[in-house]
């Protein structure tokens, strides 16, 4: 499983995703889920995966040589807008998937994966968006302005909470670290390190690309502090009437 | 949809409810999730239900019919352990979907319905136990002292980090209210009002069936409560590092 999350605020962009894949439950490894691609000054995407691995591995593949193509018709570089990019994305999931659709079906799998794009192109907006299996997509709204893929639940609470538009970036990341701690700790098939990723509006590439271990002293502070802070805040509910007298 | 949990801490038993139901996004009602029966002194049985609503209605329906029937070769007023009593629910269960299951499969609609099934009999323990809806069914651990059913990720990351066996019993129904409300948010097939169930250990009748409406000022209290202090939680969390300078 995976979990992977985006924020489109006003100053920019947060990416999170968790790094653990699992095919059953006993091959479990460590894989990146964020991959980024770009031309600095020009256009950045930041592109997270869920689904089947061998299937969001090969769209990554087929991106790279697109990119690497320069008679490519399509590419990464070549598209205007960033719904472009995303519908290219789409096609090229549609693509991998129909090659092994019948084969996985048949061992009772699937070849389904999900993407969360983000990013920029010179002279346009900021922008996230969620492509499905099926290769359509969706941006976020400015009332619910994040998108989950994977194993979103867990982790949907907090920014239903917090996230708004005017989300300060650094609190937007903060939000992000929590709902995939939150995640974590409901769900072993999510698992560290987290990948982070910042982006500043019109900067037009990454500010950050941290990759998070839980045993930092920042992040072990942050579980502590959160931990602590959800206590007292529960600590702090009112009395039922019958716990009065 | 529903979401209901139950949770069994050394003092004894809380299970909450929401009460909406619904027949696609364009036939939503209210109904009650959560049925008593018993014997004061004797024996208390708490049911939770989950899933095809005619299921659960007739799995309700056949108890009833049970209690009445004096000469019933198993009831709960027969059964000798709970888990009896969660096998005698999980084998109505099955009986009913049977009946059923082939015209709603061919309508493309699933006659599943889960149970939560909490209480004790004089002479045992307290206990809860969760039914699938193929009949068989689990209890608790020490450990992870709650079952869920319905619509149970969205409201598990709190009761992960709140609950524990030695949790004193308003803490518990202070803890479901909250997992209960972090589910309203972000699931709008969950619903108002909440049942709530309070039972002591060896009371052998429940000390408490309240059923909270959202508007009520103690709700309201304890919902503004829980948001500022996730707030307050969500603002004392570490700034990163290049936050400091």
């Given at each position: 499983?995976t979990?992977c999350?985006?924020?489109?605020?006003?100053?920019?962009?947060v990416?999170?995703?968790?790094?653990?894949?699992?095919?059953?439950?006993?091959?479990?490894?460590?894989?990146?889920?964020?991959?980024v691609?770009?031309?600095?000054?020009?256009r950045l995407f930041?592109?997270?995966?869920?689904?089947?691995?061998?299937t969001?591995?090969?769209?990554v593949?087929l991106?790279?040589?697109?990119?690497?193509?320069?008679?490519?018709k399509?590419?990464l570089?070549?598209?205007?807008?960033?719904?472009?990019?995303?519908?290219?994305v789409?096609e090229?999931?549609c693509?991998v998937q129909?090659?092994h659709?019948?084969?996985?079906?048949?061992?009772?799998?699937?070849?389904?994966?999900?993407?969360?794009l983000?990013?920029?192109?010179?002279?346009?907006?900021?922008?996230?968006?969620l492509?499905?299996?099926?290769?359509?997509?969706?941006s976020?709204?400015?009332?619910?302005?994040?998108?989950?893929?994977?194993e979103?639940?867990?982790g949907?609470?907090?920014?239903?909470r917090?996230?708004?538009?005017?989300t300060?970036?650094?609190?937007?990341?903060?939000?992000a670290?929590v709902s995939?701690?939150?995640?974590?700790?409901?769900?072993?098939?999510v698992?560290?390190?987290i990948e982070?990723?910042?982006?500043?509006?019109?900067?037009?590439?990454?500010?950050?690309?941290?990759l998070?271990?839980?045993?930092?002293?920042?992040?072990?502070?942050m579980?502590?502090?959160?931990n602590?802070?959800?206590?007292?805040?529960?600590?702090?509910?009112?009395?039922?009437?019958?716990?009065?007298?």
């Amino acid at each position: 499983m995976t979990y992977c999350v985006a924020i489109k605020v006003n100053d920019g962009l947060v990416l999170a995703s968790d790094s653990r894949t699992n095919a059953g439950v006993d091959y479990v490894s460590t894989y990146s889920k964020m991959h980024v691609f770009g031309t600095p000054n020009e256009r950045l995407f930041v592109l997270l995966t869920a689904g089947n691995l061998a299937t969001s591995q090969a769209v990554v593949n087929l991106i790279n040589r697109d990119l690497d193509d320069l008679d490519a018709k399509t590419s990464l570089n070549t598209v205007e807008y960033l719904f472009d990019a995303a519908h290219y994305v789409g096609e090229l999931s549609c693509r991998v998937q129909r090659g092994h659709a019948e084969a996985l079906r048949e061992s009772g799998s699937s070849a389904e994966a999900s993407f969360i794009l983000g990013g920029q192109i010179h002279g346009r907006g900021h922008d996230i968006y969620l492509i499905y299996p099926q290769g359509n997509y969706i941006s976020a709204s400015p009332e619910t302005p994040f998108l989950q893929i994977g194993e979103s639940k867990y982790g949907k609470p907090i920014l239903d909470r917090i996230i708004r538009s005017d989300t300060p970036l650094n609190d937007a990341a903060r939000c992000a670290l929590v709902s995939l701690d939150s995640t974590m700790r409901s769900n072993i098939s999510v698992g560290p390190p987290i990948e982070l990723a910042f982006y500043k509006k019109d900067d037009l590439e990454l500010e950050r690309h941290a990759l998070l271990d839980l045993n930092t002293p920042f992040f072990r502070r942050m579980q502590r502090r959160w931990n602590d802070g959800l206590r007292r805040a529960f600590n702090g509910l009112p009395r039922f009437e019958w716990e009065r007298d």
